[in-house]
């Protein structure tokens, strides 16, 4: 099949799927009215209440904390699984198990993950870190052992050929290799997990999440456009550093 056919099948899925859902429900036109009301006047969205702006930044500040752990802790085991799942360097079996398990690990979205974590140990800045942390864990190991199947093995046969020992070869070859891009994953994965950990509290896991359950749930359309921009804020100026670093690193 030609590309010309396979943009024509697509379009036409797109087409199906358009047709057969309910996109615009006939009797909407309340909720269009509520949801107008909810970005305009003086109680919108768009009228942010400066006032709350420093009650909210211990919740910015401990979602930022979260997402900082997590990730720190996805990444410790992301190296481990990621080794382990790669094909060139774990036995097929046991590369094969663990990207199943990680492909199960992915699946689980994180604010499922947070509610089971609740239960487990009680609502709390823990039970985000533990949502987050699994569940990067996932995606993480996964693109690990993608940077490690891709290796170069020039430089790691030219170190075995003058006589260098297993652990010299991946610390001079193959370390330097994995090194910047596991960097870079692991603060792009970051980046995700700020805006996750903003969400996290609304089921109970810490952070400014919930804040804004409280503020969605009372209509308060001002409190809850301040939130909101206190979180475009953080995560526009962890964003700015991180792309920086990433570009170094890669």
């Known amino acids: 099949m ?11 899925l797109i087409s199906f799927f358009y047709i057969t859902i309910e996109i615009w429900p006939q009797d909407n036109k309340k909720g269009v009215e509520m949801f107008s009301k909810v970005f305009s006047g ?18 910015l500040i401990e979602s930022f904390q979260i997402a900082i752990i997590g990730t720190t802790f996805a ?6 699984f990621g ?15 663990c990207k199943l398990l990680m492909n199960a690990i992915r699946t689980i979205p994180e604010i499922l993950m947070a509610i089971i974590f609740i239960v487990g140990v009680g609502p709390g800045a823990f039970a985000g ?12 190991s996964k693109l690990t052992a993608e940077i490690v199947e891709s290796l170069d093995p020039k430089p790691m046969e030219a170190v075995l050929a003058v006589g260098g020992s297993r652990i010299s ?10 090194l910047p891009e596991f960097l870079s ?41 301040a939130i909101i921009l206190g979180i475009i804020v953080v ?16």
């Open 169 to 178: 070869t991946f610390r001079y070859s193959a370390w330097p290799q994995i």
């Open 75 to 80: 990444g410790i085991f992301a190296l481990i």
């Open 185 to 225: 994953i692991l603060i792009y994965r970051l980046e995700i997990n700020i805006r996750a950990a903003s969400v996290l509290g609304m089921v109970g896991a810490g952070g400014i999440g919930k804040t804004l359950f409280f503020a969605l749930m009372s209509r308060n359309w001002n409190n809850v456009g």
């Open 235 to 250: 995560v526009t100026i962890v964003d700015f550093f991180s792309s920086r670093i990433r570009a170094k690193l890669i």
């Open 2 to 12: 030609n590309k010309k056919n396979w943009v024509l099948w697509i379009i036409g």
């Open 129 to 140: 870190i533990l949502a987050l942390g699994f569940h990067s864990i996932g995606t993480l």
């Open 42 to 59: 003086e109680n919108g969205l768009l009228n942010p209440e400066w006032g709350i702006m420093p009650s909210i930044s211990s919740g």
């Open 83 to 97: 080794f382990l799942g790669s094909e060139n360097i774990s036995p097929k079996p046991v590369s094969i198990f």
